[in-house]
């Protein structure tokens, strides 16, 4: 993910300080990793030295005074230019739990890697139903909806094929080791 | 409380074998989802289990009583009572209205008009399709029509639920609406379901699953590790 883009996309509606970045990206984002307090003013550091934010005055609640940053004309032409890039979809096939079959085929005996899919797959079942439970709350915000359906629809698609490859695995290792 | 029981089910069509020795257990409010690829052998457990085939061999209780020795008359008298029954494609009776659809088994079982269709509204306000009421099958959308079979499989508030790929038909968000509010009402009622289903993100709605291979319970799938030797009962 493009922080830099997205903490971009946050300060497009006004100006915000770090805080309020932070809030915002997790609440936007609820099931990706909350961002650390150092990586917003790391990222913020990067984004005033490019002219793409600048600081926008000094606000002071309770504590120490804080710096509220907005969105450059320039800031603005590159996240209009980001949101109209389309990403490459999927242009390598390297995700770590095709890597570990991968590797486990070479190293290992059919068994062995028949074990850590059947593993595999339950540890994904077991989070498919959790983000499941986590939609259907009814307390759940569209935000939540949206994220968790973005992690099911990738869970399912890895299930799909966990379930495949389990089928494949003797003819797999056959060739592997011909 | 033990809801349905089954032990070693054996059922063939002719010489091809679909249940090879099926022995399991679904708990009183427990939502079950019985998994597995094409030609497993799920629909023919569901049938089993709801009384709708007899098994060639082995045993199907319902709360401790043997079912599969019962009479074609008493099994059927069991569906309309106790068990609902829900397939992919509704299954609505094309002359009826959506509220005539839904409050055809409580008529069945011997409510009265009125009562019957005061709980037919009720039940198709809960799925979202009150307005529909007058309205006949081959007017609406597949959606509507799930949401009127759904109503009509638990206006009777069965004890269990059987459904057998009830969104199979249906596009992802109307199916996953559909099972959303059917699972939250199940809940809510107690209601055991046994729900049949090929894909993982809908066995994802159940408290467990159960994975079919050949007719037979794959103890290598997902979250049976548990499971005795001898069956499938958890």
Redesign the interface.
Known sequence: MSTPHVLLGLLAGGTKHGYDLKRAHDERLPQARPLAYGQVYATLGRLVRDGLVAPAGQERLAGPDRTAYALTEEGRDALDLWLSTVEPPMPHVNSTLFAKVVVALLVADVTRARTYL?AQ??AH??R??E??ALK?N?TATVDDVVAADYA??H??AD??WLHTTLDRVADWHREVHR | MTQLQARGLVRSYGPTPALRGITMEVAEGEIVAVTGPSGCGKSTLLHCLAGILRPDAGEVAWRGHRIDTWSEAARSRLRRTEFGVLFQFGQLVAELTAAENVALPLLLAGTGRRAARTAALTWLDRFGVAELADVRPGEMSGGQQQRCATARALVTEPRVLFADEPTGSLDTLTGEQVL?QL??LAREQRTTVVLITH???I???ADR?IVLRDGVIDH?G??L?AAPVTGGVR
């Open positions: 059947i797959r339950r079942t077991d498919l139903r983000l499941t259907t009814p099911i629809a869970l399912d299930l799909r | 959303t699972v939250r894909e993982p993100r066995a994802a709605y699953e290598t997902l979250g590790d």
